[in-house]
Structures are given as C-alpha cells and as structure tokens.
C-alpha cells in the first residue's frame, strides 16, 4: 500500500552497482530502511539523486509499507525543505551529524513516534538559520530535549538548595551523590536553564565557553549512556568538539 508521509534521512549505504539502503526516519512508521534502485548513476536529465539522501535531508515520500517487511521501496521523492547551510557550512554540518547520529542511536525500532520527528524537524530547520552563537549550543539544547521523548527526561527541580544534578536518577537533589554521575554548580543550574529553552533562538540569553559546553556535553551523553543499553560512544563528538573549541564564547 502506498502512503505519503516525511522523512529524515539518517543513513545511507551503497547496493549493488547503482543503487543505496538508506534508514529514514518517517513521520508515519518512525524507523524505515528504503531500498532506492539506480539512484547513484548520472541520468540524461542531470547528475546523479544520491544528494536527496545525504544524511539530515528532509523528503516528502510517498511510500510503499507492508508491516512484516524489513525493507521498502520508495515510490516518490523530492525535498520537504531545502537548507541554506546544512549541506554547505561546515560548523552547521557538524552540529546537524551530531543530531543525526544521536537519533540513529536512539531510534531503534520501526515504532511511530511523529512528536520527536516534529521536534527533530523543526530543530534541524532552526539549526540551518541559526546564529553563530545559538549553533554552539545547539547540540546540549538537542541533547537535553530529545531525551524526554526516549523516556529519559530530567526533571527541572533546581534551586539553589537542590543543586546537584544526579544523572542516574533524572533530578536535582539537595544532597551530593554518592556516585560520580553528577553535576555541580555552574554546571546544574546551567542545565536548568537550558530546559528551560523552548525556541531555539532563546540559546542566545545562555551564554557559555568552550569548556563548559564540553563539560556540559560529555555529562548529557554520559546520561544517555546511563540509561540507554548499548549507546556506547558517539562518532561525530570529536569533530564536534573541535567545531566548539572554535565557537564563541
């Protein structure tokens, strides 16, 4: 049966001599893998439509869906929204494979869940106009508000009497933490703040330096780590990393 529906592109893998596999992340079925046949030849009409399936591309699709088959076919395709500087920039690239690849880790099973792809949608299109400033945190504002929708959701109970953020347990308490997972001020009320953000463009009243978005950073992930069987380590961090180290303060 066809149907229409978004999709992100998460990954895409060579098939064959022409054709690719790529993992998508549909607003109708969550987690699909397409098969896409000649798509890496050079056509009469132009180049080659490899470029529709760079990773963090969103397509409007119109599908073919039969629930016991592990692998579609895509029926249609074109761009649901053209980026300005995703494809082009490198620091926006950046943040955008860092987004990517913590969904590709996340999104494990082909369940339908179009509240994270609205949200995923809507920050990858906010990330591709977004200042210098707003870009460098944009990857703990994605961290931290992609986690409520897998179920891990830290809850905003700060005060200055409750500020130490506990990473195993989701929540702000009073006492130090007998274990390691923790974070001390600044860095806790940093992370208020941060969940506080609902608009991207809000990241610009949270000012910080490349050392506390590193520190910042590793906590989230090692949060992810924590409650996620099998996360493991992130690909994109280390370029990621020296994309902040750049960034201003």
Not at 86 to 101: H, K, P, Q, R, S
Not at 122 to 148: C, E, G, K, M, W
Request: hydrophobic share 40%; aromatic share 12%; proline share 4%.
């Amino acid at each position: 049966m066809l149907h229409k529906t978004k999709g992100i592109v998460l990954r895409t893998v060579k098939y064959a001599e022409t054709s690719i596999i790529v993992s998508i992340f549909t607003e109708m079925f969550g987690l699909q893998s397409y098969l896409v046949n000649g798509v890496r030849t050079n056509s009469r009409k132009g180049s080659s439509k490899t470029g529709f399936f760079q990773p963090a591309a969103i397509l409007d699709l119109v599908v073919y869906h039969h629930e016991p088959k592990n692998l579609e076919r895509i029926k249609e395709y074109q761009w649901g929204h053209l980026y300005q500087h995703i494809f082009f920039d490198v620091v926006t690239n950046a943040v955008a494979l860092f987004m990517i690849e913590l969904l590709q880790k996340c999104i494990k099973q082909p369940e339908s869940n179009p509240e994270l792809y609205q949200f995923s949608e809507d920050a990858l299109i906010h990330l591709d106009r977004a200042s210098t400033t707003v870009q460098a945190n944009f990857p703990l504002y994605f961290a931290l508000h992609a986690a409520s929708f897998f179920g891990l959701q830290i809850s905003d109970n700060y005060t200055l009497q409750k500020s130490y953020l506990d990473l195993q347990e989701g929540i702000f308490t009073e006492e130090k933490p007998a274990h390691p997972h923790f974070l001390g001020n600044p860095y806790s009320e940093i992370t208020s703040q941060l969940l506080k953000v609902m608009q991207p463009a809000e990241l610009t009243q949270v000012p910080l330096n490349k050392e506390k978005r590193r520190i910042l950073l590793q906590a989230y992930l090692d949060f992810y780590s924590i409650h996620m069987t099998g996360f493991g380590s992130m690909k994109t961090l280390a370029v990621l990393r020296t994309i902040l180290d750049d960034s201003p303060s």
